[in-house]
DNA sequence: TAGATTGTTAATCGATTAACAATC
DNA sequence: TAGATTGTTAATCGATTAACAATC
């Protein structure tokens, strides 16, 4: 394999979400050069640091005394992260975080088509916003059919674990995991988790270190 | 200022929530041991590592030959994250996230009252789950009252900075965003930014690595 | 005792920062 | 040209890994 873009750092990687951000929110107002300096002070970082990162993915080198050429950044962070190859991903359990997010329309953005949730309360089956609320028994064929290579899993901290076996068997690959649980996974299923109360607990940490 | 614990570095500190997962995961199967080995090969990390982290916020150290107490290590390790501190926090948006979020019951593991939400629309205004939902006007009343240090803001994307720049003036030094905008916010003001489908994409972008 | 597991010291690795020449 | 801003090379810093002695 070509393995073009592996020089990229995991520290770097972590950080382009950031600069994409800004990015746009800069491209909305209009502007469409940034020097590295502003962006660096908009964030938090050093200017080095940027342009020592966005050297790496930009398809065209910053111009002295301009700085990046915004759009293009953009496009060229989006590629990098992947946001133009889709990829169709389901939601596991239908309460109030999981149809929120099969409601949220944001994904499209970011080549993700959430096409279905699946519950395993028949109350629960039927539609929100337009998208499907399968029963759990459908979903290993929906996997298949459409190639599922990510799960949501928002199911109540009891069944999660249980869930998630589900999903394993049903072959989908990795899973997003809200609930506040540690999963065991077989080897090749990768897990990442995304628990707002540890988020929201080390923002609170932030602030306290000061007092 | 004592400053006892800032021997610990960040990166150490980022693995905590993953140690106090995997620890409470092993105490409700009634382990009362674990080896440095065993977490290691669970979290998928060196165990050299483990050790090295767990020394820095364990109160007492590991017996060779046993391992680390999983209770004790769990205590430790909540009290270093702070989850013993208790923070009130609020929500900006009552939208389907928001109403969620406000009717979730695990923020109290953690040390955090999410105490009322808030929506400019009237229509929103009443209350989710037993807790109330105020209009925006009432946001800096009950901020003062209630020495709110946290919003977590879910409203739209195009109300995301209006709403941001309300919360600041309503007294809030801490902002976590789920709206996929980047926020100016004034110094002393901290913002996480926590975007959904970034996760989602950071996942698929890894199994794509291998393709 | 023997063996598993710990904690620590030194070596390696990677990432950030500092200094500066190159460029428009 | 002068000046702002870039990209690069070398130095520093921090974190991880390797090797091993200490301990129950």
Redesign the pocket.
Known sequence: MGNTENAV????ASRMPAYLRYLKGEAGKGVEYV???AVAKALG?????V??D??LV?SR????????EVRRLIEDIEKFLGYHRWTNAVIVGAGGLGRAILAYEGFENYGIHVIAAFDSSPAKVGAVGGKPVYPMDRLKDIVLRFSVRVAILTVPRGSAQEACDEIVRAGVPAILNFAPVYLQVPDGVSVKYEDLAVSLAALCGEGAENQ
């Open positions: 750092s995991k520290a770097t020097s590295s300096a970082v050093s200017a080095v640091g342009r020592k966005l050297a930009a080198p910053g111009k002295p005394r301009f700085g990046f």
